[in-house]
């Protein structure tokens, strides 16, 4: 079964006022849809907009697996552990906030800032916080998230061109640039399919070049 959330369905959150734009796939914050809490571990994806000088305050984490995707800008990290970092655009952060991590995320350059974040549930609770940074992941390099049992695939491609979604008991697709097609639907920049119970799914740039986050998840529990 393939679900497609349409990017004009999602939750619009954020505070414009202070530069801040964000466009929720789950439920979060104030915003609850109890039909709607997660997909297998994944619970947010969030398209985040950052005017220059604009940013989220220190504030806490624990519990969860926290992965970063720069579209476009330059993302400024602090956390509590010590670490400060600027991640580029095409680059990824997987904050492992664990038993406990305080961050700030700010868009500390002079153009605007666009980034994916996405919240897995790990496994198991507790441990240390980890932080880990890849500046440039490559499309035939997939980053493993044992702690949840994921791992993300970032596909890029060209209009024409078909790539395989990976089989799994599920599967989360985001779109982030580009137009594709996964079997009979059609997604646009900021759609999301949801897929369960596929097998040999395949994805098909028709207006690009696209970019699509997928997310193979082997945790099929709710």
């Known amino acids: ?66 992965v970063t995707w720069v579209v476009e800008g ?46 897995l549930a790990p496994l198991e609770p507790g441990g240390d916080p980890a932080y880990t940074i890849v500046p440039d992941l490559a499309a035939d390099t997939p980053y493993a998230l044992p702690a949840a049992g994921a791992v993300l695939h970032v596909r890029r491609p060209a209009p024409g061109e078909r790539t395989p979604v990976p089989d799994a008991p599920r599967v989360y697709v985001h779109v982030v640039a580009g137009e594709v097609r996964i079997g009979d639907e059609a997604l646009r920049p900021g759609d999301a399919a949801r897929i369960t119970g596929e097998t040999g799914p395949e994805l098909t740039a028709t207006a690009g070049p696209a970019e699509v986050l997928i997310w193979e998840l082997s945790e099929p529990s709710a």
């Open 1 to 66: 079964m393939i679900s497609v959330q349409r990017s004009e369905d999602r939750f619009r959150g954020g505070d414009e006022a202070a530069g801040i734009e964000t466009r929720h796939a789950f439920s979060f914050g104030h915003f609850y849809d109890p039909d709607n809490l997660r997909f297998g571990p994944v619970m947010a994806c969030n398209e985040e907009r950052l005017a220059p000088g604009a940013g989220f305050d220190e504030h806490p984490h624990s519990h969860t697996e926290i």
């Open 74 to 119: 330059e993302l400024t990290h602090r956390d509590s552990t010590g670490r400060a970092t600027v991640v580029e655009t095409g680059g990824l952060q997987h904050l492992s906030a664990a038993a406990g991590v305080r961050h700030v995320e700010r868009n500390d350059g002079a153009e605007p800032l666009t980034f994916i974040q996405m919240w």
